[in-house]
């Protein structure tokens, strides 16, 4: 028997299969998106306005380090928080506060 190199054709995808492959791609670029707006562009913008906004309502000085949020544990952690009186002597300073769903904890 002689093969010529050349493959045999595959037989096309049945209709249920590319509607099955279409929405999982479709679902996987949901959760992807969530995770990036939620995980990196949430965090920066409220730590921005956080710091904007709470300084205009104590009138002092505030200074937010970090905000960091995981999307999917619905966690939340504010680093190297500080709220100065307005002579701006510090008021409240920590270094680490996490808030989370106690829901999410196993």
């Known amino acids: 028997m002689e093969t010529t190199g050349k493959a045999s054709p595959r037989p096309p995808r049945p209709a249920w299969a590319k509607r099955l492959l279409r929405g999982a791609l479709f679902a996987a670029g949901a959760v992807l998106l969530y995770a990036v707006v939620a995980g ?3 965090p920066r913008i409220a730590r921005s306005q956080a710091e904007r906004r709470l ?3 104590v ?4 200074t937010i ?3 960091a ?3 999917f544990a619905l966690r939340a952690r504010v680093t190297d928080f500080r709220l ?13 506060a996490t808030v989370s769903d106690p829901r999410t904890h196993w």
């Open 40 to 42: 990196v562009i949430a």
């Open 55 to 57: 300084s205009a309502l």
């Open 59 to 62: 009138g002092g000085p505030v």
């Open 65 to 67: 380090g970090q905000v």
């Open 69 to 71: 949020f995981h999307p």
């Open 84 to 96: 100065g009186e307005p002579d701006g002597r510090p008021l409240l300073v920590w270094s680490n």
